[in-house]
């Protein structure tokens, strides 16, 4: 079965830094856009950084400069590498991978991982 499997959140200090991961199953890695989303109690899940099949990235303006996305075809593993981490970072973030060409019609998350940036 065809999963993602988000990992790597937890406790933070403002300032910090926290590693996600997003290891897929199943899946022609290559052939998927890949994005990392966030949702806080009470908001709506929001987007937070992409990156296509060639490498290209786009992030949200609340996280440019501290976040980076990243992918490793080889490893079929995604990354979101968090630094100068602030409260408002708070949130269970999701990894999400949505397919081109014939694998258009597909669209996987993962379960979500807590991060939570608190002193």
């Known amino acids: 079965q065809e999963q993602l499997v988000d990992s790597g959140g937890g406790l933070a200090q403002p300032g910090g830094s926290l590693r996600l991961s997003c290891a897929a199953s199943?899946?022609?890695?290559?052939?998927?856009?890949l994005a990392w989303y966030r949702q806080a109690p009470g908001k709506q899940r929001e987007l937070v950084a992409t990156?296509?099949?060639?490498?290209?990235?786009n992030y949200a303006d609340s996280v440019k400069g501290r976040f980076t996305i990243s992918r490793d075809n080889a490893k079929i593993t995604g990354y979101l590498e968090m630094n100068n981490l602030k409260p408002e970072d708070t949130a269970v973030y999701y990894c999400?991978?949505?397919?081109?060409?014939?694998?258009?019609?597909?669209?996987?998350w993962g379960q979500g991982t807590q991060v939570t940036v608190s002193s």
């Open positions: 999400n991978a949505r397919g081109e060409g014939i694998f258009r019609s597909n669209d996987y």
């Open positions: 199943r899946i022609t890695f290559s052939m998927y856009i």
């Open positions: 990156i296509t099949r060639g490498g290209t990235t």
